[in-house]
C-alpha cells in the first residue's frame, strides 16, 4: 500500500517538475550540510538565507546569481519535501513570504526571451544538415519541430507508432502528416494531441521525416534515436537537452548568436512565422495548442511591431 501510495503521489507531478523538484532538494541539502543547518525540517530562517544567497550571489556555473524562476522553482522543491514528509511547509511562514516578495522586487522577474528562428533561418540551417545518417536524422528532427511548434520532450517522445502520413488518392505523394502527442506540458494527464503537418514547399518536414524512416530503418520505436559515430542507432531517444544542443550547433553555422537561441527558438519561430504570414490566431493554436491566446500573442506583437508602426508618418 505504501509503495502505491507513493507511486500515486510522484505522479502527481510531471517528469520534467521531478525533476526540478529533485535538484532543488539536492542544492538545499547540500547547502544545510556546508552551514551545519538541519534540512527536515527547515527553520524558516535557513530557507530564508538559502533563497538570498542563491538570488544574490554567484552560486550558478556561469557565475552569476540564479534567476528569480529557479529560486522560485527551488522554494517550491523544498516545499513540496517538507509537505510529502509530514511536515509544515516553510514556504507558507510569513517571513519567507516577504523575503521572495523582497527579492523578487531587488533581483527582478524579467524572464529570458530567446530569439525566435524564422523559416528563412530554419531552411538556411537544414540545408546545412550533411547528407549522412546523423545529418538526416537533424533535418528531419528541426523540420518536424518547427512544423508541428513541439516541445522539447514532445519531439525526444515520439515514437515511429505516433506518425501518420496521409496519402493522396492518386498520387504517391502524401497530402499531409498527423503527429499524435501522447502527453504534454498542457496535457499531464495524457488524453493525448493531434497534430496536423502539411507537405510544406521549403522546409518540406514530411519529406524529411520520410528520408529519415528510410536511412534508419525504424519501423516502431523511438522515431529520434541517439546514434554511433558511424550512423548505427544506439535504440536510446533523445534527451530534450540534446535539442537546444543541436539548434546551436546549426544556428552557428548560419551565423547566428548560439547565447540567444535555444530548443524553444523552433516552437517560438513557428508561431512568429505564421503570425508575419497572417495566420489566423485560432489556426495558429491548432498547431500550438496553447490553452491561453495572451502566450500567442506575445510572439504576434514582435513579429507585428513594425508593420503599420504608429510612427511611419512622422519619424
Known amino acids: 500500500m505504501d509503495e502505491q501510495y507513493s507511486k500515486i503521489m510522484q505522479s502527481a507531478l510531471s517528469e520534467n517538475t521531478r525533476l526540478a523538484y529533485q535538484k532543488g532538494w539536492q542544492r538545499f541539502e547540500q547547502f544545510c550540510h556546508y552551514k551545519f543547518l538541519k534540512a527536515l525540517p527547515a527553520a524558516p530562517s535557513t530557507v530564508i538565507d538559502f533563497l538570498i544567497t542563491h538570488a544574490t550571489q554567484p552560486v550558478g556555473r556561469n557565475g552569476n546569481p540564479l534567476s528569480m524562476g529557479t529560486v522560485s522553482l527551488y522554494s517550491s522543491a ?86 501518420r502520413i496521409i496519402k493522396s488518392r492518386n498520387s504517391r505523394t502524401p497530402s499531409g502528416m498527423f503527429i499524435y502527442i501522447r502527453k504534454s506540458k498542457t496535457d499531464q494527464e495524457g488524453r493525448g494531441q493531434k497534430i496536423a503537418i502539411p507537405p510544406g514547399k521549403r522546409i518540406k518536414p514530411i519529406q524529411r521525416v520520410c528520408e529519415w524512416l528510410r536511412v534508419s530503418g525504424i519501423k516502431s520505436g523511438y522515431l529520434f534515436q541517439t546514434m554511433k559515430r558511424g550512423g548505427g542507432l544506439r535504440g536510446n531517444p533523445l534527451h530534450h537537452s540534446d535539442i537546444p544542443r543541436l539548434v546551436k550547433h546549426y544556428g552557428k553555422l548560419i551565423g547566428l548568436d548560439p547565447k540567444n537561441i535555444a530548443g524553444h527558438s523552433l516552437r517560438a519561430g513557428f508561431v512568429t512565422s505564421a503570425a508575419a504570414h497572417n495566420a ?14 495572451t502566450t500567442v500573442l506575445k510572439y504576434i506583437r514582435d513579429a507585428d511591431a513594425f508593420t503599420q508602426h504608429a510612427g511611419d508618418d512622422f519619424l
Open 280 to 293: 489566423r490566431l485560432d489556426k495558429i493554436m491548432e498547431v500550438t495548442r496553447h490553452t491561453n491566446p
Open 78 to 163: 523544498i516545499n513540496h519535501k517538507h509537505i510529502h514528509s509530514g511536515f509544515a511547509s516553510p514556504g507558507s511562514h510569513p517571513e519567507v513570504i516577504m523575503a521572495l516578495r523582497g527579492l523578487m522586487r531587488v533581483c527582478g522577474t524579467k524572464v529570458r526571451r530567446v530569439e525566435a528562428l524564422r523559416e528563412h533561418q530554419v531552411l538556411k540551417m537544414l540545408k546545412l544538415c550533411p547528407k549522412t545518417p546523423i545529418g538526416i536524422r537533424d533535418a528531419a528532427l528541426l523540420a518536424i519541430i518547427f512544423a508541428g511548434a513541439l516541445r522539447r520532450s514532445e519531439a525526444c517522445g515520439l515514437c515511429a507508432e505516433d506518425i
